[in-house]
């Protein structure tokens, strides 16, 4: 009978029973939380624009805060999840970062609303603590699909916040508030549930199915230094950085300016506009959950050779329906190849976290902290374009599905496979001392 105390080599979805299944349910919960939160701003972007008075450009700067400020803090967080742990370190952020959210409603000019937006991108971190603590749940044959189904399930309040905030802010409006007192007071229902969170998370979870990294003797303690160097040093590292740049950095980009987009170039409501967004958001209901999935198996037959070439054709695919996208003429062609482009993107996601945790054990959360950040990275330097005056969002998707398919094409140059990955019973060692 296997122990309670090591992590599970199945993903039994709709049980609650252990420690493993109610931490990875409580993780993915808590994500999908955390990314309500950290783009509830988006779908209201009509309203705030209108309301304070926003230029295109100072639109794009708020794009780019609510990425960047997660560039740093996700190697922070990495970082504290191997030597915290990520049971206190995700308490604390969702009770930090409930701030910002709430307090967002105080801003009443581009100064105040631009320093909010980038104290909300701190939340972006949480999804380093959802890939580690899913990771130390779960044995390696099944690490890939149970890290892309909690993402994939996570990033899905992505999706879920397109239609919710503006209904939010609507239900606000019909108890009598104008819209722009109601976007502000919207803001405070993520904020609430990042707090509801922090309390669950802290009091139901663990930091391994052993326990909490405080009643655990960590014989790795001491080569932490070592490993984070290491980890730094593997071009593997940095090519899965770049690929997380192509597929999750066009995802939170795209999540920043779909409703936007729809409600300028198709005349939409707001409403109807966050309608069309969210379905980009859905499709991690499955989409990166099979990603993992497929991987998990190509890996069992054809090692990390072959989930490195499943992720490089899966961004090339990416790239060719984003391309696509940026050409397509009328709202039924968007909708379509939106939909293509995103199940490629979302697939790759999970694909590039069914690698992670194998690249190096003993530095799992550096190693997902830096390919994390390269995601934020991707999507702040993809902020740049939505921003510029000469530059339509048209030609900006197009010139980001270009690319993607040339770093698709190079990621075929990168052998995944040239270090042994470790066995069920050594995993197990590692994340449990």
Known sequence: MKSTQQPLDTLPLFSFRGIQMRTFHLTWLTFFVCFFGWFGLAPLMPAIRADLGLTKAQVGNTIIAAVSATIFARL???????????????????VIGSLPVMLVGL????????????AIGVIGASFVITQFHTSMMFAPKIKGTANA???????????????????????????????????????????????VMA????????????GNFEDLQRQNAGTAAGSFREACTDIRVWAL???YACCFGMEITFDGVAALYFFDQFSLGETEAGFWAMLFGFMNLFARAMGGVVADRVGQRYGMRGKGILLAVLLLLEGLGILLFAQSGNLTMAIVSMLTFALFLKMAN??????????????????????GAGGNLGGMLMGFLFKSQSISYGQAFFYIGAAVVLIGGLLFLINFGKSRVAEPSEAVTLQTV
């Open 107 to 118: 801003a009443h000019d581009y100064l105040t609303f631009l320093l909010f937006r980038l």
């Open 199 to 210: 309390f669950l998370y802290y009091r139901y979870t663990t930091d391994t199915p052993a």
């Open 76 to 94: 922070i967080i990495g970082k504290l999840c191997d030597t915290w742990g990520p049971r206190k370190t995700y308490t604390a952020l969702l």
């Open 241 to 243: 950085a770049l690929a």
């Open 350 to 371: 999970g694909s590039t976290y069914a690698l992670v945790p194998f690249i190096n054990p003993k530095a799992l959360g550096v190693i997902s902290g830096v390919v």
């Open 149 to 195: 189904v909690a993402g994939g399930w996570g990033n899905l309040g992505g999706g879920v916040t397109q239609l919710a905030m503006p209904l939010i802010m609507t239900l606000i409006m019909g108890l009598g508030f104008v819209k722009s007192d109601a976007w502000r007071l919207a803001m405070i229902v993520p904020g609430l549930l990042m707090l």
